[in-house]
């Protein structure tokens, strides 16, 4: 190894090691601006320079390769002069504003300005008056802010090969712009831009910056990673799409199943939060990330992940799940994977939970449903139905070492109107389980749901295929407002079902018991008090009457708790337990999910379960933490390359039922991607966890 003296010190460098790099590595700051650690070095900023012994001038320290027997010196009149007279260069042109910037504390000029100079008001500025960009997606770009050093160009370029950013001159004054052409700039998505953040990653003054993302008490992975971030099960979003892309779908089920054992079942009902915080639809429409995960579970021929997942050594400690949903399969899952024998009591006659009564068969079929349910029984959860539990303390009488309460939210709400008792009003929730258990109500011709949310849609759309003509659905919200997801209401719209949003409901008009119709009125405003109360506002000259045979409430659902249970409600109705911990006030009982939080969906009962799940495990003496590895490492390729057009790539289009034959039944309303699609919606990622293997440059004070 190269011996060097830097400042009188002998340091050992490594073969083929710059002067900086040598320095950095040993401790000893050197100033450099336009070199990166993800850059080919060019020396051209001038702060990075040294004397070497022997030898004339001075030497830029990031491209001059240190020898054996080299004499360095860092520090010197000379060089201090040569550095003063850089950076004074750099800052002439730069905007002075940064109390205002959003870089400010977070910036390399400004750390550089503070190492080099004592005060920077004796700096002579020019003005520069080069327009803010902000027509761009993603990214804005202030040319007034950049100081030339020529990192974006060459990341664009050298590290990502796709090469948009150019040097260009106006009226004397040296920009960085878009696109070849010396006289005009071109938008990024016009040039061939990939949007992979590499520019804005190594930019070291904020002239080209993240737009909102950034700056809000995020980490730099939570605003990098929305789509991750956003995942309740926090699965790991561009990795799964990269496996896809290139063509390895069973790594990309093994990786999503690190996170959730039911990866099938949620590509046909994640309400995907991740799609809507996905930084592609800033440009145009935002991954179909759910879909993508379909077609990785429904594509896994080689199910690598049965292969990989391994099992710990028996704990000889007993779990009592009550609960076979979501959050009580999920959690039985992990405590299994983690060595304790798990119970899963079931009050149904099949495993399940909501998702086997609650979600209609046009959404999830049975047969998808059981097939993940068969993975969890294999693993050697053992799952007892039929059932009911009446106490906690009978299982705990039993020796189980702990017991997790995830009975859900079975116990639909009735609004307490004038006409909501009697026949002809069901709650959503055993209207939707009467019908999934073939035993459906008769409804009549005309049906009303009232509510707005997820199930209020479902119960609407059941009602259709279960042969009433005409179903309506009313709620507070304006319809922009819906609780639903804006598929799920225009599908419904599709099927014919009218919406009323901003009614407030009045009363259930009878006539001779029988419903007749609902009373509305038009809501104004309204809102929750701190006590959760509902207050609304009415226009009292609205009130409106609606023809209906049958009146089905989707307005929440609270757990139905035996009464000698045995464990504390809260004034709400649900179990009482501590957000983080899950523990209830029974010493050894807890409680997850639907049951303490009230309704939410499949993928946050799902994340519930295997959080509490740790929480157990560290209870019995475990760590508390699972760490699956079922998929190989991701490779993320530096390169990306130009893509003509790849802004403009549409969404793959999802293959469904025409709506006037899927109402006739219960068939499979969404198809999954065959591989021609799905190859082509992978390849619209921007690939925004590239930007995390980028390794950020450390400021003066870290040395």
């Known amino acids: 190894m190269p011996r060097v003296e830097i400042n009188g010190n002998a340091y050992e460098t490594e073969q083929g090691q710059s002067i900086l790099d040598a320095c950095l590595q040993n401790g000893i700051y050197v100033p450099h601006l336009c070199s990166h650690n993800e850059l080919h070095p060019i020396g051209a900023c001038r702060l990075c320079v040294v004397e070497i012994a022997g030898e004339d001038g001075l030497f830029p320290s990031c491209a001059t390769l240190a020898e054996d027997g080299m004499e360095i010196l860092t520090a010197s009149e000379a060089v201090e002069e040569t550095r003063k007279m850089a950076i004074e260069l750099m800052l002439s042109g730069h905007q002075a504003d940064c109390g205002t910037c959003i870089k400010y504390l977070n910036c390399e000029l400004q750390s550089l300005k503070q190492y080099l100079i004592e005060d920077d008001l004796s700096v002579r500025r020019r003005s520069r008056l080069f327009p803010v960009t902000e027509s761009n997606p993603i990214f804005s770009h202030e040319p007034n802010k950049c100081v030339l050093c020529g990192r974006c160009v060459r990341a664009c370029r050298d590290l990502r090969g796709i090469g948009v950013l150019y040097y260009k001159h106006d009226h004397g004054e040296a920009y960085i712009g878009v696109g070849p052409d010396a006289d005009e700039d071109i938008s990024l998505a016009e040039a061939g831009c990939r949007f992979c953040g590499a520019c804005a990653e190594v930019c070291p003054t904020g002239a080209v910056l993240d737009r909102d993302e950034f700056g809000q008490n995020k980490s730099r992975k939570e605003a990098l990673l929305p789509c991750s971030n956003a995942c309740p099960a926090e699965i790991d979003v561009p990795g799964y799409i990269r496996f896809i892309r290139e063509g390895q779908i069973s790594e990309a089920a093994a990786l999503i199943r690190e996170r959730v054992p039911f990866p099938l079942i949620l590509g046909h009902i994640c309400s995907h939060p991740c799609e809507s915080s996905c930084r592609?639809?800033?440009?145009?429409?935002?991954?179909?990330?759910?879909?993508?995960?379909?077609?990785?579970?429904?594509?896994?021929?080689?199910?690598?992940?049965?292969?990989?997942?391994?099992?710990?050594?028996?704990?000889?400690?007993?779990?009592?799940?009550?609960?076979?949903?979501?959050?009580?399969?999920?959690?039985?899952?992990?405590?299994?994977?983690?060595?304790?024998?798990?119970?899963?009591?079931?009050?149904?006659?099949?495993?399940?939970?909501?998702?086997?009564y609650g979600i209609p068969e046009y959404r999830l079929p049975l047969d998808v449903?059981?097939?993940?349910?068969?993975?969890?029984?294999?693993?050697?959860?053992?799952?007892?139905?039929?059932?009911?539990?009446?106490?906690?303390?009978?299982?705990?009488?039993?020796?189980?070492?702990?017991?997790?309460?995830?009975?859900?939210?079975?116990?639909?709400?009735?609004?307490?109107?004038?006409?909501s008792r009697g026949d002809g009003v069901l709650a959503a929730v055993e209207f939707l389980r009467s019908v999934r258990m073939g035993e459906a109500p008769d409804l009549g011709d005309r049906v009303m749901v009232l509510g707005g949310g997820s199930v209020a849609f479902d119960c609407a759309r059941t009602a259709i295929r279960c042969g009433s003509q005409s179903v309506m659905v009313a709620c507070l919200e304006p319809r922009s407002g819906m609780l639903a997801t804006e598929e799920e209401i225009n599908a419904a719209e599709q099927e014919n079902v009218a919406i009323y949003p901003s009614r407030s409901f009045k009363r259930i008009i009878r006539d001779e018991g029988r419903v007749a119709g609902v009373e509305l009125m038009d809501v104004k405003s309204f809102y929750y008090d701190e006590e959760r109360k509902l207050n609304v506002e009415t226009d009292d000259e609205s009130s409106h009457v609606i023809d209906a045979d049958m009146v089905i409430f989707a307005v929440g659902q609270l757990p139905d708790v035996p009464d000698d249970f045995g464990i504390e409600l809260t004034d709400r109705g649900l179990v009482d337990a501590d957000a983080m911990s899950f523990a209830t006030g029974v010493e050894g009982v807890y409680a997850v999910a639907d049951a303490v939080t009230g309704t939410d969906k499949a993928i946050s009962a799902i994340a519930a379960g295997r959080k509490a799940a740790l929480a157990i495990d560290k209870r019995l003496g475990g760590r508390g933490r699972l760490a699956l590895k079922l998929a190989s490492e991701v490779q993320y390729p530096a390169r990306l390359g130009r893509r003509d057009g790849f802004a403009e790539l549409a969404r793959a289009d999802v293959s469904r039922e025409l709506p006037q034959d899927r109402v006739c039944d219960f068939r499979l309303v969404e198809h999954g991607f065959d591989a021609e699609r799905a190859a082509y919606e992978s390849g619209r990622c921007l690939q925004c966890d590239l930007r995390l293997k980028m390794k950020a440059e450390k400021f003066w004070s870290s040395y």
């Open 280 to 356: 592609r639809g800033q440009i145009d429409k935002a991954m179909s990330i759910c879909m993508l995960k379909r077609f990785a579970a429904e594509n896994d021929a080689e199910q690598i992940w049965e292969g990989a997942i391994q099992k710990k050594a028996e704990t000889g400690k007993r779990v009592a799940v009550i609960g076979a949903g979501p959050a009580g399969l999920s959690a039985g899952y992990y405590l299994t994977l983690m060595g304790h024998a798990v119970t899963v009591y079931e009050e149904m006659a099949e495993p399940g939970g909501m998702l086997r």
């Open 369 to 419: 449903l059981r097939r993940e349910l068969e993975d969890i029984m294999n693993l050697g959860v053992d799952i007892r139905t039929n059932a009911r539990i009446e106490s906690v303390e009978a299982l705990l009488s039993e020796g189980y070492d702990a017991v997790l309460v995830a009975i859900g939210a079975h116990r639909g709400l009735k609004l307490k109107i004038p006409g």
